[in-house]
C-alpha cells in the first residue's frame, strides 16, 4: 500500500483516473516480472516479482481494491489447453484477464462506461471464455493451489483449498470435479460419485466435466 500511494503520487500519475493508475502501476511491475508458473497471492507476487497469470491477476485485483476501481474477470482458454498428464490425471490450461472500469458491471463487460483491458501474454489463438463472478476468479485460485497440492500428492491441503473454493463458488463446475477426483483418489468412491452427479446437474459443460 505504502509504495503504491507513493506511485500514484507522482506527477504524471497522480493526475489520472484511479482505472488509469491501475493499468500504470501494473505496467511498470511487468517490466520485470519473471513467469514462473507459479502460484502466487498478490503480496507474494509483487515481493518476488514473479508467479503466473493466476499471480498477476490477484495482484490486479488487488491493486484495483485499494483504488475502488471496478473490476471483471473472464477466462481465456490459451493453446496448448492439455499442459501435462502425470498420475493419470491430465492437468489443463487457461488463464484469467481483467476488465477495470469506472462502473460497475452491467450485462456485457463492454457496457457501462470506459474500461481497460489488462491481459497478460495474449496469444493470437486464444479464445475468450466466459464472465466469471469475484468468487469464481477467487475459486479458480483455490483450485490452483489445490492442483498443486494434489500432484504433490498432499490430499488434505488439497481438500482443504477445494473447500475454501467450493464455499465462494459451490456452482463452479472444475472445482466440482476436482473434489470428485480427489474423494476417488483417497478411496471414497461414493462420495467421488455424489459429486459427480451434482457437478453434471450444474455444469455449463458435461463433456468437460
Do not use: W
Not at 484511479?18 to 513467469?35: A, D, G, L, T, W
Not at 473472464?74 to 493419470?88: C, E, G, M, R, Y
Not at 472445482?175 to 477426483?181: E, F
Request: glycine share 4%; proline share 2%.
Amino acid at each position: 500500500r505504502t509504495e503504491l500511494n507513493d506511485f500514484i503520487r507522482r506527477k504524471e500519475i497522480e493526475k489520472l483516473s484511479p482505472r488509469k493508475q491501475v493499468f500504470e502501476f501494473i505496467s511498470s511491475k511487468m517490466q520485470h516480472f519473471n513467469y514462473e508458473g507459479r502460484n502466487y497471492i498478490a503480496s507474494e507476487a509483487l515481493r518476488t516479482q514473479s508467479g503466473n497469470c493466476m499471480s498477476l491477476a490477484l495482484l490486479t485485483y488487488a491493486v484495483a481494491n485499494i483504488l475502488n476501481v471496478e473490476t471483471t474477470f473472464q477466462v481465456i482458454h490459451s493453446s496448448p489447453l492439455l499442459t501435462d498428464i502425470k498420475d493419470d490425471l491430465v492437468v489443463s490450461s487457461d488463464h484469467v484477464r481483467v476488465f477495470l472500469s469506472d462502473s460497475a458491471y452491467k450485462g456485457h463487460y463492454l457496457s457501462g462506461g470506459n474500461y481497460t483491458v489488462i491481459d497478460y501474454f495474449p496469444d493470437v489463438n486464444d479464445r475468450a471464455g466466459a464472465i466469471v463472478s469475484e468468487q469464481e476468479f477467487l475459486a479458480m485460485f483455490y483450485r490452483n493451489l489445490a492442483a498443486d497440492a494434489l500432484l504433490e500428492g498432499d490430499l488434505s491441503r488439497s481438500f482443504a483449498m477445494l473447500e475454501r473454493g467450493v464455499l465462494l463458488a459451490p456452482k463452479y463446475s472444475p472445482v466440482i470435479n476436482m473434489m470428485a477426483i480427489l474423494h476417488r483418489r483417497a478411496g471414497d468412491y461414493d462420495t467421488s460419485r455424489d459429486f459427480y452427479k451434482y457437478g453434471l446437474e450444474i455444469a455449463d459443460s458435461q463433456v468437460v466435466l
